[in-house]
């Protein structure tokens, strides 16, 4: 073969090659530059199941990240970082991903642990009859959250019928664990309820923004049988579980919430804000947000008083008052100032965001250069009434117009009703 023969060959690997450093180099860039920002930012923590890497065994062939949808993963100096860990969701495909098994999944970190009940194969705690399963339990995939509600149903199945007088099984939460546990009690023709706090099916995914993406592998659900939808709209999968509800019979008992559940003689009995109940077996399907946390002010039981935005368009030519300093408040806030004719006003206690996305950070700083969104800080709500809400920033006080109130200050974790109860929990540093 000749030289220019060689040359003909080698010329275009050669630019390939040139391409390809390029694209890794540029490629490192960007993921420094992220994670940079997310430490700046201050969020350097995910807040559930993630990926942790085992180093020597990486090749570092980029196929976690390529498989994190969330794009929370990035490549830095030929190695996977969590650059976006705020952005994880812990859907774990990152983990199959990996051609030599050098991913795995894992809670908490060495800074923050994280507190994870502690659960038989079964799904039941230390106390015999009370059952766990999906977020609570450490796995928010909806698939996996799923099954797991169909397994602890199984298991309840095997303790027996309840006393005259007990229901089998009172279900709390309608996310994806208690909906698959309800259709598959209902199946197994127990004596039941479900119980959730919200207005929806869906749990967290109902909160979800109008057509976020929600990921699911295969599912096994009676009426349905075994369903694959990939990605789909949260709108499409929280229609496909009401006409399965709808087909079943299956009834939830809405805007009701689990207020205690105290250990009796063969059961529980379990309190609620609108009745009481008792039961052999209980099983929490509730995740991990937990119950809103209210403003404790005079006023705040109105009905235009929410705890999550759902859909801004509700609120187009009102006064709308956003509570919180976290992406859930701004977010909220940013999508309210962009329906036509809507005034909002966004009230935190701080002095400065300290754990926002920093496109939140501009996108708001934005808003209220433009006087789409009024920011105060360093305030508190004091009253909300039918027209107006009182804020106090310092020794101030501010009567606002407001016909919307959207608080979004977080919630309280279960994890305390738990420990009153004696469950054991297990605090997870990473591992």
């Not at 309840?162 to 023709?189: C, Q, R």
């Not at 496909?240 to 509800?245: E, K, L, N, P």
């Not at 407001?402 to 994890?415: D, E, M, Q, S």
Request: glycine share 10%; proline share 5%; aromatic share 6%.
């Amino acid at each position: 073969m000749s030289d220019i023969q060689y040359l003909i060959y080698a010329l275009p690997l050669g630019c390939m090659f040139v391409w390809y450093l390029h694209w890794r180099l540029q490629r490192t860039k960007n993921a420094i530059a992220q994670l940079e920002d997310a430490k700046a930012s201050g969020l350097t923590e995910p807040s559930s199941l993630h990926p942790a890497f085992e180093f020597p065994k990486c090749i570092g062939s980029g196929a976690c990240a390529n498989a994190c949808h969330e794009q929370a993963i990035g490549l830095v100096g030929g190695k996977p970082y969590l650059i976006n860990p705020a952005n994880c969701i812990g859907h774990g495909l990152c983990m199959p991903a990996c051609p030599v098994e050098a991913v795995k999944l894992v809670f908490g970190t060495a800074k923050r642990g994280m507190e994870i009940p502690h659960l038989s194969p079964t799904f039941e705690t230390n106390i015999p009859g009370l059952f766990i399963a999906g977020e609570l339990g450490g796995m928010g995939l909806v698939h996996k959250s799923v099954e797991q509600g169909r397994q602890a149903v199984k298991s309840i199945v095997k303790r027996g019928a309840a006393s005259s007088g007990m229901l089998d099984v009172v279900i709390v939460g309608a996310g994806p664990a208690g909906f698959s546990a309800s259709l598959n009690a209902k199946m197994e023709k127990l004596n039941f309820i479900t119980l959730e706090q919200e207005e929806s099916l869906g749990g967290a995914i109902y909160h979800y923004p109008r057509n976020k993406i929600t990921m699911t592998s295969a599912m096994e659900l009676p009426i349905a049988g075994r369903v694959k939808l990939g990605e789909v709209h949260k709108e499409k999968l929280l229609e496909f579980w009401q006409d399965i509800a709808t087909r079943a019979d299956l009834k939830f008992n809405f805007h009701e919430r689990m207020e205690s559940i105290e250990p009796t003689s063969g059961g529980f009995f379990v309190k609620t804000t609108q009745s009481e109940y008792l039961a052999k077996s209980v099983l929490l399907a509730i995740g991990r947000r937990g119950t809103p946390r209210t403003l404790e002010v005079r006023g705040e039981h109105s009905a235009k008083v929410v705890y999550r935005l759902v859909d801004s368009h509700q609120y187009g030519g009102m006064d709308v008052l956003v509570v919180g300093g976290g992406d859930s408040a701004i977010e909220a806030a940013l999508a309210c100032a962009g329906e036509p004719g809507t005034t909002v006003t966004l009230s935190y206690r701080g002095a400065a965001f300290n754990r926002i996305k920093p496109g939140n950070r501009e996108r708001l700083a934005a808003a209220e250069a433009n006087k789409r969104v009024r920011v105060i800080m360093q305030s508190d709500v004091m009253e909300i009434t039918p027209d107006t809400v009182i804020i106090k920033r310092k020794a101030n006080l501010i009567t606002l117009p407001n016909k919307a109130v959207i608080v979004c200050a977080g919630g309280i974790l279960p994890t305390g009703l738990l420990k009153k109860l004696g469950v054991e929990v297990e605090t997870h540093y990473g591992e």
